[in-house]
């Protein structure tokens, strides 16, 4: 207002002793309410914590003078603070730099920052002070002068009767003098305070300091090749430094399928010199030449980047953004019956849009590569007690790869996917076809049933292509007998694989053998399940179910038949069935021949089944026998399941093992073991068995989607938090204490955001905690601040010393104290404690510095 | 078929239908318990080869109940294969004789290792039944064991005799009852909410198996 008009303003004089007069009445009542109140009161009536302090509350009140509307706030503290607590993170800056605790701040309330001329700041100041002293508070108040960005102030508190306690704060935003850059200069401007003429300067003037430094780690420049070597070089350390774009995780498990932004950009490190007392200005160039390492404390803050707490869709590219498009595709994929719907239907859909845009052949021709590629997977399976519930398939199988892969290709839509697994499923048609071994599969001998039926489909097919593969063997060597050549002594007895100890026949003296016999048939989930129904469906009728079981009995008994051809089925039945012989012999075991004995009751009954299969079976060895597993058969039958796979039975699958493995893969991380990282990844795999559970149950596609989409959200917060727990480790590897802490700080920080809404919170709240680093640790944190090259310090001028591994602090702030020693009687009123042992606090000056940055806060004492 | 057949025979409602399995060692007695349940007879029977089922219906906790119980071959041989029929039980018994201690040890070795591997529901009940206990003079397993095994494995725990009858209701109910009062498992068993093979199957072999209890 006064901008435009100033003669109006002074026109105004001519009002303004009734208006001030109204105006400090009114100051006066409102001050009084929030002294009678006190600070408990205040906060039920609604006082605000101020933000990012615990401790500080504010209330607010509006005031008008004529047209001027000020606004009056009160800070104040939950709890008061103790003495010498000023640099502790949560202090005000008022506080810290006034060294005051509660405080009154008025200010005209516009919308352009605060511009007051000096006649109203003063008049203003005096008024509240005129209030204040009227209602006998000891209350300090503030009043901002000047434009915002100096952050000026000035201000006044009653300190009883006799002493009046005055500030003000002003800032030079550039070229700082060089002796203020320095702490010797700025000494002599705090002692220039008080110290009238400059004859009296050399006088000794016991000076309390203390001081805070900041610095920070330089950026680090990971992919910077060229501008940068240098810096790069210093940063890796003589590793090698030709490989053009390095990035902070390639080590880490992830970075086979992306590179994640480190979301540490840094370190703030803070070293505390405590109070000392210094006589003489020669001592502060000392204090500027010390070393970091003297500092009575340091404090380690992470620089964390923002993309921690931003869940904008897009802003997070890792595991849980892909699944998410997975989940997508999920949801659309019961609108075709057939995988080739998808890849076909492109007629009147604008084929640029990005849910249907498939990458070219080039890229599916090397994925494909890298699928088929010959070399086995060390198949590293963490076996997981949720692994069962998930029933995904290892993630370095075969069709573990393909479901990562997918993730990765293109933008994951139904129609993408749909491409690669029809190339996927035709890559081993060819394997099969020219019995080439697949790859990325152990062969074991059994089908692991807690995983996805594709993956034991595609260990089914491994299996029956080795099994081809021996018999094109055998029939290329020719249909000749190996079995029977070792019993060439006995012409008859066939596929013996040794003598089984003290059992002779029953009907001659001879040994018993044990034939060779044949595997149990190998089963997919889906083989037994029909064998179930197929049982259901039976019912009771004995003889119709168990065919399998039969069959197995069947070519035993024939294996044994052929193994001992003068054998009867008690013999048969005391080596397969031993519970049901009943042995007569002594109980010394050792008994003579022939042994005696009987089958058991039910063996014996009329129209046992055993002794009718029995006497059905011919004698025969297994290599004559036909096999209980036909790998033709059964491999052509994996191969029609794959060729005619649902599309939903597909993404089914392939949501539940690409979850799995993403975990997997971020599971394989190290992280230093943080205990609350490890019970968060737990977590998520007990979260992840519940939810891709009920994928199995096939409930409704729209229902689990959101079931899943939820979950990808609660991936992505492990993700990024386990993300960050790797780089803190990393670059804190020799402080593992710290690392922890610091860790769970921001842990805890980020935890209120783990709600399981799809709707994000937005992170107001800044995180500012640092943690006290041990003196144990200082070497490990002053290893984040790598000297720096001569490239570097030649760029950089330092002027301000207090250097760490040659770097310059950010900020150095510093507080100068002098205390005067006040007589009983001078000092009567009660006054708030600045006394110490009937010190009295006369001048303190707050400086708050960089070499083109400088702010400086005074508070000065004085009895009038 | 289904439809019209089922309406003819009066499908008898119910409001559950649970699984149950027996497993164990060959010459333990399931097949002889499970005769004793729906047939209330004893005669010798040729070893189980596969498996075999009976279905009884019952009244228990004051609900219709509809048991599918399934009869598992304990031989070592067809081991593996027994495992198709784990799939989808609410309750299983694993059965030793008391008068055989390496049915009893065989149990914790192999038995209970097979329900980690193949049992597809996560809070099936488990029970532990000593069989035979009408040859108390050739005891080789006290009650005791029994008891600890059953607290350490958490499971439900009796002694039978499949020949005198003694308890065999009596441990059928029990497993029957606890399955009641888990909710989860209930989820899967209610008639109204799942299709189900038995609802729609073929009602001869309902009626044969409620006809001859
Ligand atoms: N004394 C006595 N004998 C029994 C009892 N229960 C079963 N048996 C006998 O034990 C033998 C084996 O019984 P099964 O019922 O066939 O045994 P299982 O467990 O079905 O055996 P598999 O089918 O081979 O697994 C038969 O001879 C039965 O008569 C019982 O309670 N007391
Ligand atoms: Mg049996």
């Known amino acids: ?864 | 078929m289904d439809s019209s057949s089922s309406s003819l025979s009066q499908q008898p409602e119910f409001d559950y239908l649970f699984k149950l399995l027996l497993i164990g060692d060959s010459g333990v007695g399931k097949s002889s318990l499970l005769l004793r349940f729906t047939a209330d007879s004893f005669e010798d029977l040729s070893p189980t080869i596969g498996v075999d089922f009976k279905v009884k219906m019952v009244n228990i906790g004051g609900k219709k109940l509809k048991l599918a119980i399934w009869d598992t071959a304990g031989q070592e041989r067809f081991r593996t294969l027994t495992s198709s029929y784990y799939r989808g039980a609410q309750g299983i018994v694993m059965v030793y004789d008391v008068t055989r201690r390496e049915t009893f040890t065989n149990l914790s070795d192999i038995w209970a290792k097979e329900i980690d591997l193949y049992s597809t529901n996560q809070d099936c009940i488990k029970m532990l039944v000593g069989n035979k206990v009408d040859k108390e003079s050739e005891r080789a397993v006290t009650k005791k064991e029994g008891i600890e095994f059953a607290r350490e494995y958490g499971c439900l725990f009796l002694e039978c005799s499949a020949k005198t009858k003694v308890n065999v209701e009596q441990c059928f109910e029990e497993l029957v009852l606890k399955i009641l009062d888990t909710p989860s498992l209930l989820a899967d068993a209610s008639s109204g909410t799942k299709k189900n093979i038995f609802k729609q199957k073929q009602p001869e072999a309902d009626g044969a198996a409620s006809s001859c209890c």
Not at chain 1, 334 to 359: C, I, M, W
Request: hydrophobic share 40%; aromatic share 10%.
């Open chain 1, 1 to 864: 207002m006064f901008d435009f008009c100033p003669q109006l303003e002074r026109f105004d004089d001519f009002t303004i002793a009734s208006s001030w007069e109204r105006f400090i009445s009114e100051i006066e009542a409102i001050c009084r309410q929030w002294l009678a109140d006190g600070p408990k009161i205040l906060m039920q009536k609604g006082a605000e914590s101020v933000p990012s302090f615990e401790n500080l509350y504010m209330i607010k009140r509006e005031l008008k003078r004529g047209k001027r509307v000020y606004s009056m706030e009160y800070h104040f503290m939950k709890s008061a603070k103790g003495k010498n607590t000023y640099w502790e993170d949560d202090t005000h800056t008022m506080q810290l730099s006034f060294g005051v605790d509660e405080f009154l701040m008025i200010a005209p309330l516009s919308a352009s920052g605060v511009v007051l001329d000096d006649p109203e700041s003063t008049k203003l100041l005096s008024s509240v002070a005129i209030a204040l002293s009227n209602c006998g508070s000891n209350w300090p108040a503030f009043v901002p002068v000047h434009d915002p960005s100096r952050k000026a102030y000035i201000g006044i508190q009653n300190l009883g009767t006799v002493f009046t306690r005055r500030f003000e704060a002003d800032r030079i935003g550039s070229q700082v003098p060089i002796r203020l850059m320095h702490l010797e200069g700025l000494h002599e401007l705090f002692l220039s305070k008080f110290v009238l003429s400059s004859t009296d300067f050399p006088a000794r003037v016991k000076v309390h300091f203390s001081m805070k430094l900041t610095y920070r780690t330089p950026e680090y420049d990971y992919d910077n090749e060229t501008l940068d070597s240098e810096a790069t070089e210093s940063l890796v350390e003589n590793e090698v430094v030709n490989h053009p774009k390095k990035q902070w995780d390639d080590d880490c498990p992830w970075a086979e399928w992306y590179s994640a932004e480190d979301p540490v950009k840094g370190f703030e490190l803070t070293a505390i010199w405590g109070e000392k007392t210094f006589e003489e200005t020669l001592e502060m160039a000392e204090v500027e030449n010390a070393s970091s390492f003297d500092a009575d404390s340091w404090f380690l803050y992470p620089v964390v980047s923002q993309y921690m707490v931003d869940d904008s869709i897009g802003k997070f590219v890792g595991f849980a953004s892909q699944l998410h498009l997975l989940v997508n595709a999920y949801e659309s994929s019961a609108e075709a019956q057939f995988l080739e719907d998808f890849v076909a239907d492109t007629s009147g859909q604008d084929n640029s849009k990005s849910t249907t845009t498939v990458p070219p052949p080039s890229v599916i021709d090397r994925v494909m590569k890298d699928l088929f590629k010959a070399g086995n997977s060390n198949f590293m399976e963490s076996e997981n007690k949720y692994s069962r519930a998930m029933r995904g398939a290892p993630a370095d199988s075969l069709f573990g790869q393909f479901c990562l892969h997918a993730l990765w290709f293109g933008n994951c839509n139904i129609r993408a996917i749909a491409v690669l697994w029809i190339d996927f499923v035709r890559e081993i048609r060819w394997c099969w076809e020219e019995s080439e071994r697949l790859p990325r599969m152990r062969i074991s001998s059994s089908i692991d049933l807690s995983s996805c039926l594709i993956h034991q489909k595609l260990q089914m097919l491994a299996i029956c292509i080795e099994r081809k593969k021996s018999l094109n063997r055998e029939k290329s060597v020719g249909h000749k007998d190996e079995t029977s050549n070792a019993a060439a002594a006995n012409k008859t007895r066939k596929g013996s694989a040794g003598v089984v100890p003290k059992m002779m026949l029953l009907n001659t003296f001879q040994e018993m053998h044990a034939p060779y016999t044949q595997d149990a048939p190998l089963m997919t989930e889906d083989m037994h399940e029909e064998r179930l129904h197929a049982a259901e469906a039976f019912g009771n009728a004995i003889g119709l179910s168990g065919q399998l079981e039969r069959d197995i009995l069947s070519s035993d008994m024939s294996a044994f038949k052929a193994a001992n051809p003068d054998a009867v089925f008690e013999d048969f039945i005391r080596w397969h069935s031993p519970g049901d012989w009943v042995s007569e012999d002594n109980a010394d075991g050792n008994s003579g021949w022939p042994p005696k004995g009987k089958l058991s009751q039910r063996m014996s009954e009329h129209g046992n089944v055993w002794r009718k299969i029995w006497n059905d079976a011919p004698p025969l060895p297994v290599s004559e026998q036909k096999s209980l597993l036909d790998p033709v058969r059964e491999g052509e039958k994996v191969l029609h399941y794959l060729e005619t796979l649902r599309p939903q039975q597909l993404l089914e699958q392939m949501v539940c093992t690409a979850f799995k493995s993403s975990a997997d893969i971020l599971n394989k991380t190290t992280y230093g073991a943080f205990k609350l990282m490890k019970t968060k990844m737990d977590q998520l795999y007990a979260t992840m068995a519940s939810t891709l559970k009920s994928l199995q149950g096939k409930s409704d596609i729209s229902d689990l989607a959101g079931d899943l989409k939820r979950l990808c959200q609660v991936f992505e917060h492990i993700e990024k938090l386990l993300i960050l727990a790797a780089s803190i480790h990393r670059k804190l590897i020799d402080a593992p204490r710290l690392a922890q802490a610091i860790f769970a700080d921001y842990f805890n920080y980020y935890l209120p955001k783990m709600g399981t809404t799809l709707e994000s919170i937005c992170y107001e709240k800044e995180f500012t905690t640092k943690q006290k680093v041990g003196m144990h640790e200082r070497d490990a944190v002053s290893n984040l601040f790598p000297p720096p090259t001569a490239n570097q310090s030649w760029r950089k001028v330092l002027s301000m010393g207090n250097l760490l591994n040659g770097h310059e602090p950010t900020q150095r702030e510093i507080i100068f104290s002098v205390q005067e020693r006040v007589s009983n009687g001078h000092y009567s009123s009660p006054t708030p404690l600045y006394a110490d042992n009937e010190q009295i606090q006369t001048h303190r000056m707050y400086i708050c510095g960089t070499s083109n940055d400088l702010w400086v806060a005074l508070s000065v004492t004085s009895w009038d």
